[in-house]
C-alpha cells in the first residue's frame, strides 16, 4: 500500500561539522584505492606537461555502499529538500549507493512529504515533491586545493533527449554548503582578497581583507570565500509540445564574486556585443559556446533594508555550453579539470574525454580582480529535477491549463507542461553512474593541498562557531517521518483502511503534542528560496526568516488539514 520512512536525523551532527586536517593525517588510512590500477598512479598534465601523482581515488568497487550521514569516510548522502533553483525533488540518501562497481544516483516519480508548522499562524502545512533523487557530497570531509580532478560517468536518462533532469559534477568551497543556504548568504562565491576597491564590502562578503580581526581561527586581512566550479551541468535534450527540439549539453562553469559591473556587463539572454565588458582571454572549442542565457546575477538577501542595498552583489557566471552525443547517456565519458591555484599564474582547464572544452587564467579574471580560487574545495554529485532546467519556460498556457502549476509526470492533467521525454514518467527511473574519481596532484608544489581546513586557509574554526548554519535538515535530536507512495494503488478498501489509520495517529500525535510541547522548542528549517538557477542558492533568502517543523505522522500528500 504505502511505504513507510521513519529517519532519525544525525544526532552527531554538531559535533562532526568541525572536521579538521585530512582523512589520512587524521586515521593513518590512505586516501588511494587499493583498487585503482597501477597504470593510473601518475596522469601527465595536458596544458604544462608535468606528471602529477595520484592522491586520492575512489573505483567504487564494493556492492552496495551506503552514504547515509556518519556511514562513509569520504562521502555523504543527503536527506532532506532541495530548497534552491526551483527544485522538484527530494535528496534521499538511499537514492545514492554501489551497484556493479559504479556509485549510482537514482531519480524515481516517487514523492515524499513533510509537515510544518507556520510559527506565525500556528497551522499546518503538508509539502509534497514529486520526485526523489540523491546528492553526495564531500563537504568537510575531503577537500583539496590544486591538481587534476578525473571522473568518469554515464549520465543518467538512457538517451540524449529524455528531457527533465539536471545531473551536475562540482566543486565548492568548504566554507559553504551546497544547498544548505543558511551557510552561503555572503560567502557563496566570493573569491577576492582587496580591500578599498568595492565601496561598503564588509556588507558584501562577510570574510574580507579589509578585516583585521576575524576571528574564528581565520586570518586578518585575508578574503575568503566560496567559489563554485562546475565539471558540468546537463541539461538533457528536450522538447516541449509544439515547441523546437533542444539538443542535450552540458554547462562548464566558475562561478566567483565580485562581478562585472552593472552598467557594462552583459545582459543575461543576450550575446556579446562591442556595447559590453566580459573577460579576455578566455579560450573555448570549436564545439563549444558562451552560455548567453546566464551571466550571472545579484546575490545577497531577498529583503535588503540597508542603506543604499549595500548587501547586494554581482555574482558571474564564466561558463561555455558544450553539445553532447547520445554515447554520454549510454557509456562512461572522461570530465577533467586541471585547477592550477596561483594568484599571478593560475589556471582552469576543463576537458571532455581528454579534449579541451574551456580555459581560464589568472590574467582573465583582472577585469574584478577576483582570483582563480585557492580556497580548499569539496565535490558534489547529484541529479535534480527542476522546472526552470530542461523544462524551456514559457509553457504554452493557451494550448495547456497545466502551464506553471503541474510538473507530476505521474499525473494525466499534467503532461503538456512537461518536456516529450519526460511525459509519462518515460525517463525514469534514471541513473547516474560514476566508474571513478582520481586525484592528482603536484608533490613539489606548496598550494596543492589535501585538506579541508589547510593552515594558510583555515575554515574549521568558522564552521564549529557558526554551526547552525551547516547542520542537517530539522533538529539533531527529532525523528523526521516522510510518506513514499511509488504508484498510485487501486485497492480502494486498502486506500480507505489506511487513511483511518494515518487520520487517527494524527489526532492522537496532535493531542499528545499539544500536551507535552511548546512551538517555542521546535526546529527552524530555512524557507525555500525561489531562485531560477543553483547559482542563485545563497542570492535570494534572508537568515532571519525560517518557518518551524513540527513531528508529525506520516501523512499521504493528499491529506488536508
Known sequence: LVKYLTRRAWSSSLQRVAVEGTLSSRSGMTLIDGDTDEAYLTTRSLKAGKVLHLTASDEFSREGRSFKPGQDSIFEAIDQPDFTNNAMQFYDSSYVT???GMLVISTTAEKTSWADVDPVTGGTTVNT???????????????????????????????????????????????????????????????????????GLPWKQEINACDDAPGHGLHPHQGRGSPEIDLFEVMLGHAMPGKPHVPAFMSSSLQISPGIDKTVRPHNGHKLNNSVKWYEGIEKSNSSEFNFGFWGQWCGPEVDDSFDHRRKYLQDAISVNTNL???????????RLEWEPDVEDGYLQWYLDNELVFSIDAAALEATGSQIPLEPMYLILNTAVSHSW?????????????????????????????????????????????????????????????????????????????????????????????????????NTYFIAFGILVVLAAVLLDILIFHKFFSLNSLCKKPRRPHSQTREEMSCVTDRTDATKSEILPLLPANVAF
Open 325 to 335: 552525443k547520445e554515447s554520454h547517456f549510454q557509456d562512461q565519458h572522461l570530465y
Open 98 to 100: 554501489t551497484k556493479d
Open 129 to 199: 515533491r514529486n520526485y526523489t533523487s540523491g546528492m553526495v557530497q564531500s563537504w568537510n570531509k575531503f577537500c583539496f586545493t590544486g591538481g587534476i580532478l578525473e571522473l568518469s560517468v554515464q549520465l543518467p536518462g538512457g538517451r540524449a533527449d529524455a528531457g527533465g533532469l539536471w545531473p551536475a559534477a562540482w566543486l565548492m568551497g568548504n566554507l559553504a554548503r551546497a544547498i544548505f543556504p543558511k551557510s552561503t548568504m555572503a560567502i557563496w562565491p566570493w573569491s577576492y582578497d582587496k580591500c578599498g576597491d568595492i565601496e
Open 390 to 490: 530542461g523544462f524551456p519556460e514559457p509553457c504554452d498556457i493557451e494550448q495547456c491549463s497545466a502551464c506553471y502549476n503541474c510538473y507530476d509526470c505521474t499525473n494525466p492533467a499534467c503532461q503538456c507542461a512537461l518536456p516529450e521525454g519526460m511525459q509519462n514518467c518515460n525517463n525514469l527511473p534514471a541513473e547516474l553512474k560514476v566508474d571513478f574519481i582520481r586525484l592528482y596532484q603536484d608533490r613539489g608544489n606548496a598550494g596543492h593541498t589535501l585538506s579541508c581546513s589547510p593552515p594558510r586557509f583555515p575554515t574549521s574554526g568558522f564552521i564549529r562557531d557558526f554551526s547552525e548554519r551547516y547542520a542537517v535538515w530539522d533538529s539533531a535530536q527529532k525523528i523526521r517521518e516522510h510518506y513514499h507512495q511509488e504508484q498510485p494503488v487501486s
